[in-house]
């Protein structure tokens, strides 16, 4: 079962509501996509941490309606 961009972007935005999100899907199939996501509440945390973050918006739904997720992280500059 396949995610829309549009979703994975505002459950991104849900849980860090300052956050820059750019979504692209990389096969065209609504199951590969790459996310770039900018945030201040990364500051100070290890890249794990930040992801773990984003990941953590997602619910759950990491292997399973989003088959892969290709995430950048970064703090505003």
Sequence with gaps: M???AA???AMI???LPDAQVTITDLAGDGDHYAAHVVSAQFAG???VAQHKLV???LGG???GELHALQL???VPT
């Design 2 to 4: 396949a995610m829309r």
């Design 7 to 9: 979703d994975i972007e």
């Design 13 to 15: 935005h849900a849980a």
């Design 45 to 47: 945390k290890p890249r």
């Design 55 to 57: 990941y953590a918006a």
């Design 61 to 63: 739904r990491m292997g």
């Design 72 to 74: 950048t992280t970064a």
